[in-house]
């Protein structure tokens, strides 16, 4: 029976951790150990922050709200607390963008619901 070499697959992996550690600074991206941990470690934060990115568009929206009401006179808590109570469904997200790219109509929307 031959005997079994592992060098290709060895190759192999090294060379995907060192693609991924690419434009990395000094030995994080030539020495295998240190380009191993910087990789491991981008990858946990990667992970943890497509999680995270949702919350802070969230944040974002609701900032950008807040921002388009008071200069309409009605605070953020009191307006959203007027839509739900008259049953009208639009989004943080679509609000936002109202309100950024178009006051005119976002002004009408926050009449509609003060109403």
């Known amino acids: 029976m031959p005997r079994s070499k592992y060098s290709v697959p060895s190759h192999r992996r090294r060379k995907k951790i060192l693609k991924l550690a690419k434009g990395y600074r000094g030995g994080r991206s030539k020495l295998l150990r240190t380009a191993t941990e910087t990789v491991e470690r981008s990858l946990q934060y990667a992970y943890r922050d497509r999680k995270k990115r949702k919350s ?5 929206w609701i900032t950008r709200i807040n921002a388009a009401l008071r200069m309409n006179g009605v605070t953020y808590s009191a307006f959203i607390n007027a839509m739900n109570k008259k049953n009208i469904i639009i989004d943080r997200k679509i609000l936002a963008h109202i309100a950024v790219t178009d006051p005119d109509t976002f ?9």
């Open 107 to 115: 002004e009408k929307i926050v009449q509609q619901v003060q109403s």
């Open 56 to 60: 802070e568009f969230r944040k974002l």
